[in-house]
């Protein structure tokens, strides 16, 4: 099979990675893909959010199946565009996409359709409330008698940079007038969802679904803050563990029982199509299981654990999933711990610099079978592999024990420079053994 991934960053190589390895792809197309994807198929050169260019390559390459890493074009609706091409129909009766919908991705798109999503279908979430500029001063009264810390929401996509949990009143009222009157994330702060702050640990759980049918596929603890010891400001993710050690069985029932299936039952239900991914960001607040948000896509560097923890073909799951038959697969999972950490550009998650040269001790990272660098924010310059974004290298280890598999990931880092290079040296820091 012919297969097109699309996106650029750590996810989109772990995807990459894990789809080259199923019998079944023949060729796989990665767009715009980074220097490391390019070891795993063809980086192609080609714009995601042009849906017309996506679906002359599909022809023109005669593809299969497209894989939509990022959540941006399947809100603006790339999906849908593809699966009604007749050009694509006409070449590939059996085309689908793995991404659903604009409809189905608002629960990702839209914080406000989320929330009343999961209010409809009894879903464990925060107690919560929307405002726009029409009752902008209800919103201010709002926020006023409400208890601290508050969260606020901008509605829309907004970079991983649309959520501030505010400390004081103060903060959280300019940060309102920041989001609606100046407009901070464009349209997507037109609308703020203001919620209350949840005291937990966080967890991820991923599935694969069609709407009607699912599989879990994994899940994993994400790291957001800079620093150590979970301080500092909040990035796109400092690193990842899983199994997550209070994923017993009993808890993992519940999530299953109170949020996933109503949740696919809810799209069931309220007749969304829905084909691919959802990551669910779950806190665990006592030892209960509560929703902070639905992505429509997978994590990341989340991904970068679940893949190689995945023993299960992923693209046969695809095909079980487009066909209607996932209810009949066994998932397994390999054994052992496995453990994310994270490189990063000196400055981020503020400004940093790009271009910088990236050397790696090959002979080195030759003799760690149990370790693998998927590569982020890289490009190519000359040949050379260079930094292009915040996070740039991704190092994932696995072994018998979290802290052991941490620490391998660190070992291969230390074969690894460029100019300013960051990363925690405390990832899954609770579950030391």
């Known amino acids: 099979m012919n297969i097109l991934l699309l ?8 995807l990459a990675h894990k789809i080259a390895a199923s019998k079944l792809c023949s060729q796989l197309f990665i767009a715009p893909g980074n220097a490391g994807t390019r070891t795993c198929g063809t980086n192609v050169a080609l714009n995601i959010s042009n849906a017309n260019d996506v679906v002359l390559f599909c022809v023109e390459h005669a593809i299969d199946i497209v894989v939509v890493g990022p959540e941006e074009p399947l809100v603006h609706g790339l999906a849908d565009v593809l699966q009604q091409s007749e050009a694509i129909k006409a070449i590939k009766p059996n085309f689908f996409v793995v991404g659903p919908g604009a409809l189905g991705a608002q629960l990702e798109g839209s914080k406000a359709f989320s929330k009343q999503f999961m209010q409809r279908h009894g879903i464990p979430t925060a107690a919560y409330a929307e405002f726009t500029a029409d009752n902008y001063e209800a919103g201010k009264a709002y926020i006023a008698a409400h208890s601290l810390p508050i969260v606020l929401k901008a509605d829309g996509l907004a970079a991983g940079k649309g959520v501030v949990i505010a400390q004081t009143h103060a903060e959280a009222l300019t940060t309102f007038e920041q989001m609606i009157v100046g407009q901070q994330f464009g349209t997507a702060s037109s609308k703020v969802v203001i919620e209350a702050f949840l005291t937990g640990i966080e967890v991820s759980v991923f599935v694969l679904t069609n709407g009607k049918q699912y599989q879990v596929i994994g899940h994993a603890k994400d790291y957001k803050r800079i620093g150590e010891g979970d301080t500092g400001p909040n990035t796109g993710g400092m690193g990842c563990v899983t199994p997550v050690p209070f994923m017993n069985d009993a808890f993992m029932e519940q999530v ?8 696919i039952q809810g799209l ?13 960001g779950l806190i665990k607040v006592g030892e209960q299981p509560v929703v902070i948000e639905y992505n429509c896509r997978m994590g990341d560097p989340e991904t970068e654990v679940v893949m190689p923890r995945l023993q299960t073909d992923l693209v046969e799951l695809f095909l079980h999933m487009h066909h209607q038959t996932l209810d009949t697969v066994t998932i397994a999972m390999n054994e052992g711990a496995f ?6 550009s000196g400055g981020y998650p503020g400004n940093y610099p790009k271009g910088l040269p990236i050397t790696f001790n090959e002979v080195a990272l030759r003799d760690m079978p149990a370790t693998t660098v998927y590569h982020a924010g890289t490009t190519l310059q000359q040949q050379q592999v260079v930094t292009n974004g915040g996070r740039v290298l991704v190092v994932t280890s696995s072994a018998t024990t979290i802290t052991d598999a941490v620490a391998l990931s660190k070992a291969a880092l230390r074969q690894i420079e ?5 990363y925690r040296n405390d990832i899954g820091y609770e579950f030391a053994s």
Do not use: D
């Open 418 to 422: 460029f100019a300013g290079m960051n």
């Open 339 to 344: 453990a994310t950490v994270v490189a990063v």
């Open 256 to 263: 299953t029982n109170t949020i996933i299936e109503p949740t």
């Open 268 to 280: 069931a239900v309220e007749g969304i199509p829905y084909n691919g991914f959802i990551f669910f």
């Open 7 to 14: 996106g650029s960053g750590g996810r989109e190589h772990a």
